[in-house]
């Protein structure tokens, strides 16, 4: 008789907490409903801002099947000659180089994150934040002590990627991402490291208050870029 | 009564799972609807994230098709070697200008940089801003007193020295910035309020800007070593 009772108390408490647990959502759906119902014209953008962010999703995935199949014909149309096979595994090298393949290496992941520490007289709020600025320092350093490859919250970092600040958030490869920034760079994980030293961007953002950490990795996977390079104003000068 | 209470368990058993089945779902559907982020934006935002995420599908639009005609090219070409050496040189050739390694040419601006006497130098930072922001206004290439800013391009300052460092090549002043794109985005993009032209020019240094409708830009001359990418 007991065990009925315990039974019926165990599964009163179960019925409560999944009923509590539909209404929770419900009442978020409808929430988000009813921001959503505020404006008309809004809406109807919002609505093709998802479409064509669907679309370019379908294009990319469709992108990287194409580009495989491409290095497959490439390789198969130059094997029996030696010079072509030398001209087709420089375009392969290059294309990790230029950002349009995914990489693989050892090297470091960095981590910087708005500080939480109280702005006090002496300290200005504005420095525990990461800025546009912290980023770019970032990645110039990486550079310099040998990063054969860098992304920034999986954005790679080709040719022309640019870092802009947008409020509070930045603007990289036309994607607006926040804090914390992770930063993936390949390249000898001793020499990356080095960004720690003393004096360097790392400390000095350190003493600002932002959160930065560094961790070493034996491997590192850096995706491809989520753009296309095309030029409109430059051209090849004929040899 | 056994069997009553078989009966009920599962029946329960079956609710449960339905009920925690349900929650998943909607779990999965708040979290896959990523909608936060544009559900906050006004109007004028929304227009200029349209903007953008249509050009990001015709860019990535217009590379499919390249690479889907290419894919056919080197098809239709299997029997020819001649074609198939000409497919590759092109592909060749492409890499290498994302590389950096070519001869380029094109309209664009030169912005010439002199530290002003008074006031302190012109910094590495100062000239790693302005590549960032000629950049980000559709710059195609770019050279700092002849050295070609590719993607694995650094601006260092050398404490020891009291120079600037590009690509691992001391520089000296006055500093060239060559860069090939649309003119009037390339001079707006350094200049006005906010640009860093106007800024360094009100520290007292001098800064000149010329448009030229036809620039030549040098290769990047070194060697791109991978060692640990693969």
């Known amino acids: 008789m007991p065990n009925k009772k315990l039974i019926s108390i165990i599964l009163g408490v179960m019925c409560f907490a999944l009923t509590l647990g539909i209404v929770v959502q419900v009442r978020t759906i409808r929430n988000t409903n009813s921001t959503i119902g505020q404006n008309q014209e809004a809406n109807e953008l919002r609505d093709e801002i998802l479409r064509y962010k669907e679309r370019y999703d ?9 580009e495989e199949e491409l290095e497959k014909e490439r390789e198969e149309a130059t094997q029996n000659n030696s010079e072509l096979e030398q001209a087709q595994q420089q375009i392969t090298k290059g294309n990790k180089l230029t950002g349009m393949t995914e990489v693989t290496g050892p090297g470091v992941i960095i981590t910087l994150k708005d500080g939480t520490g109280i702005a006090t007289s002496t300290l200005n709020p504005s420095q525990l934040i990461v800025h546009d600025i912290d980023v770019l320092s970032v990645v110039n350093e990486l550079i310099n002590a040998g990063a054969e490859a860098i992304s920034i919250n999986d954005q790679r970092w080709v040719l022309t990627t640019a870092i802009s600040c947008r409020g509070n958030t930045i603007d990289i490869n036309g994607e607006r991402i926040g804090a914390p920034f992770v930063i993936k760079a390949i390249g000898l994980p001793e020499y990356l490291a080095g960004l720690e030293r003393v004096g360097g961007y790392l400390e000095y953002m350190k003493r600002d208050g932002v959160g930065v950490s560094l961790e070493r990795s034996n ?21 | 009564m056994k069997k009553g209470k078989i009966a009920m368990t599962i029946t329960i058993g079956i609710a449960c799972f339905a009920l925690v089945t349900v929650m998943m779902m909607q779990f999965k559907v ?15 935002e929304l227009k200029t994230e349209l903007a953008n995420w249509k050009s990001r599908y015709e860019e990535i ?24 050496s000409q497919l590759v040189q092109e592909e060749l050739e492409q890499t290498n200008t994302l590389l950096g390694l070519t001869d380029v040419h094109g309209e664009g601006i030169v912005i010439t940089l002199k530290s002003g006497e008074n006031t302190a130098a012109i910094s590495a930072d100062d000239l ?27 601006i260092v300052y ?40 106007d800024e360094l020019q009100a520290l007292d240094h001098t800064v000149t800007i010329e448009k030229d409708n036809d620039i030549t830009i040098g290769k990047y001359d070194g060697e791109i070593e991978t060692r640990y990418i693969e």
């Open chain 1, 58 to 66: 379908n294009r990319f995935a469709e992108l990287e099947r194409a």
């Open chain 2, 30 to 44: 708040v979290n896959e609807t990523d909608i936060t982020a544009i559900e906050e934006m006004q109007e004028s």
């Open chain 2, 128 to 154: 790693l801003i302005i590549v960032n922001a000629l950049k980000f206004a559709g710059a195609e290439a770019i050279s700092i007193n002849d050295q070609r800013i590719i993607n694995t391009t650094d």
């Open chain 2, 61 to 84: 639009d217009a590379q499919y098709q390249e690479v889907t005609q290419r894919i056919e090219e080197y098809k239709n070409d299997e029997e020819s070697n001649s074609e198939a």
């Open chain 1, 219 to 239: 491997s590192i996977t850096i995706p491809k870029y989520s753009g296309a390079i095309n030029f409109e104003y430059l051209q090849n000068v004929e040899e």
């Open chain 2, 158 to 197: 050398i404490t020891s020295g009291d120079f600037i460092k590009v690509n691992g090549q001391r520089i000296l002043e006055p500093y060239v910035i060559k860069v090939i794109g649309n003119q009037s985005h390339m001079e707006s993009a350094v200049t006005g309020t906010g640009g860093k032209v």
